[in-house]
T-cell receptor, first 113, second 113 residues
Framework: GESVGLHLPTLSVQEGDNSIINCAYS??????FIWYKQESGKGPQFIID?????DKRQGQRVTVLLNKTVKHLSLQIAATQPGDSAVYFC????????????FGAGTRLFVKA | DAMVIQNPRYQVTQFGKPVTLSCSQT?????MYWYQQKSSQAPKLLFH???????NEADTPDNFQSRRPNTSFCFLDIRSPGLGDAAMYLC????????????FGPGTRLTVT
């Protein structure tokens, strides 16, 4: 849903381990979901997307899982690398009031070498 | 190859002094967005243009205005910046407002003194 609060959840993982970042979305009518990566001082960058008629989609080293029953989205990063350190945002595209993209609160990923 | 360009990257303005941020795109996308992002928060949508059609978010202060003179360019005008307007301003584009990823520029960091 709409982002609130000033403190990002943080996930710290060892280089080479797998990372799982979770997100709860707000609108059961949302039909398209995106994960963005934002490095310090840069704009968000598209990682992977998934439509509501799917429950899993894989990319290079990344997998997105969608559970519509509980309105939950997750991003799995395999063999996490130091370059994966960033803030990750999930976003939902909702048809409410005309199509609109709503960003989740974000999770900061730290990768320890 | 830069696809969404924002100028300047850093802008310092005085309290109450109007400021304009610019965004240009080489993607020929129909939709251009302006987001405000404060530290450790998700991007917050201010408004968007679908072609020449302006769409303001209900909670965007009147102090923020936008212009889109042509497909490639979009401007954010802050008429009387307050200290609370200091933030990163992100421009993004997409082919449409439905299930399409957004392409973000690098952002303009605004400081208000």
């Amino acid at each position: 849903g709409e982002s609130v609060g000033l403190h990002l959840p943080t996930l710290s993982v060892q280089e080479g381990d797998n990372s799982i970042i979770n997100c709860a979305y707000s609108n059961s009518a949302s039909d398209y979901f995106i994960w963005y990566k934002q490095e310090s001082g840069k704009g968000p960058q598209f990682i992977i997307d998934i439509r509501s008629n799917m429950d899993k989609r894989q990319g290079q080293r990344v997998t997105v899982l969608l559970n519509k029953t509980v309105k939950h989205l997750s991003l799995q990063i395999a063999a996490t690398q130091p370059g994966d350190s960033a803030v990750y945002f999930c976003a939902e595209n909702t048809p409410t009031g005309g199509f609109k993209t709503i960003f989740g609160a974000g999770t900061r990923l730290f990768v320890k070498a | 190859d830069a696809m969404v360009i924002q100028n300047p990257r850093y802008q310092v303005t005085q309290f109450g002094k109007p400021v304009t941020l610019s965004c240009s795109q080489t993607l020929n996308h129909n939709v251009m967005y302006w987001y405000q992002q404060k530290s450790s928060q998700a991007p917050k949508l201010l408004f968007h243009y679908y072609d020449k059609d302006f769409n303001n978010e209900a909670d965007t202060p009147d102090n923020f205005q936008s212009r889109r003179p042509n497909t490639s360019f979009c401007f954010l005008d802050i008429r009387s910046p307050g200290l609370g307007d200091a933030a990163m301003y992100l421009c993004a584009t997409s082919r449409g407002t439905g299930p399409y990823e957004q392409y973000f520029g690098p952002g303009t960091r605004l400081t208000v003194t």
